[in-house]
């Protein structure tokens, strides 16, 4: 599919890329680690540029840009892997948010608040969803229990992104009437934050609820009635910019491979030279091409409405994207040699963060499980 980009997103896509080589260009060496700037400062740059919250619906305080800016910005950070915490940052809270912001509960003058500031650099949050021993299942079991004017949370919940300097959580809980989502204050008492590195160092936690006590009227953004479809759709939206981000870490792990082999010297003949290593090259590139197709193919569904051959068309990016990005990097690592291997080079990165994405919003497997569900119920009905 063909993506032809408009003027403004091309500015965006060269604003981004010489934003993010002046900040890596700045950013210290440390313990033979690429250099990579501060999350916060980046965040805090890219909000003032109108670009962090760029895709997010303006109710909400972003900037309006949505299927089509969040392609650009994903795949944009993907390709530098600056550890920008984009996707637990921004991208899944900002969904659940912005959902919340353009509804009519109790919750919309908060979560329109927070996520506004989220939108402008100024604030985080982490979203709360998966629980121990359930893989990627997104109905909660972590209950809240009703007490007068306000409920009780008790469970636990991992895999939750980006924790530290969290402002809020956004829970999801088991009402009598189905999933619900809170707002949870990072500093609840009851609540408990163990954070562990995840793949590529990035930082999660594993949240304890031990009776957190909430007013239920505040602190409830999305109800009973709406609160798995909301989580549904963030995970969706998730996925995608976990697509488009994987898609930019292939593009610069080829690109950088290339760069290498022409460089790089053997029997007096740069190694591009060698058929064998061009055949592999091609056929990284042609992955990447049909990865590339899918993705843009997504963005234009996730702009429609969440019809069934839209979520279908966002498993099978997600999906393919788990299992190309894994081939390519891996091959790209191969096809430095023993130097692919190490940390001062980088390319390694790219794997790193590819295999963490799939740890935490699913891997290949569960995500073509979840293409053929949808399949399968489209064509039941």
Request: include cysteine; proline fraction near 6%.
């Amino acid at each position: 599919m063909r993506f032809a980009p408009t003027e403004d997103e091309v500015m965006v896509e060269d604003t981004l890329d010489r934003l993010l080589t002046e900040m890596i260009d700045a950013a210290p060496r440390r313990d033979g680690e690429p250099p990579a700037p501060e999350p916060g400062a980046l965040r805090a740059r890219l909000g003032q540029l109108g670009l962090w919250g760029g895709w997010l619906p303006e109710c909400a305080g972003g900037g309006g840009g949505g299927a089509r800016m969040l392609l650009i910005l994903a795949r944009g950070l993907g390709r530098r892997p600056v550890g920008s915490g984009y996707l637990g940052a921004c991208v899944l809270p900002g969904a659940l948010l912005a959902r919340a912001a353009a509804g009519q509960g109790a919750g919309r003058a908060p979560a329109a608040d927070l996520c506004a500031r989220i939108a402008a650099g100024e604030a985080t949050a982490a979203a709360a969803i998966f629980e121990p021993r359930r893989r990627w299942a997104p109905d909660p079991i972590l209950v809240a229990r009703p007490d007068g004017d306000g409920v009780i949370l008790t469970g636990e919940k991992v895999h939750v992104a980006e924790p530290s300097g969290a402002e809020a959580f956004l829970v999801s809980a088991a009402e009598a009437g189905g999933a619900s989502v809170f707002l949870v204050p990072a500093d609840a008492p009851g609540l408990t934050v163990r954070t562990y590195p995840a793949f590529d160092g990035a930082e999660m936690a594993r949240l304890s609820f031990d009776a957190v006590r909430l007013p239920a009227a505040a602190a409830r953004l999305h109800g009973p009635g709406e609160g798995a479809g909301a989580i549904e759709e963030a995970l969706r939206i998730a996925r995608f910019a976990m697509a488009a981000e994987t898609l930019g870490a292939c593009e610069a792990a080829l690109a950088q491979t290339i760069d290498y082999q022409r460089e790089r010297k053997q029997f007096g003949r740069p190694l591009a030279s060698f058929q064998a290593l061009q055949f592999r090259a091609a056929d990284l590139h042609s992955e990447i091409e049909l990865l590339r197709s899918v993705v843009l193919g997504a963005a234009e569904t996730l702009a429609g409405p969440p019809t069934a051959h839209a979520r279908a068309d966002i498993a099978a990016a997600a999906a393919m994207a788990a299992e190309t990005g894994d081939l390519v990097a891996r091959e790209a690592i191969h096809l430095h040699g023993a130097i692919g291997m190490t940390r001062e080079l980088g390319v390694g990165r790219h794997l790193m963060r590819i295999n963490a994405l799939t740890r935490w919003l699913g891997d290949a497997d569960h995500l073509r499980e979840t293409f053929l569900r949808i399949e399968e119920e489209e064509a039941a009905a």
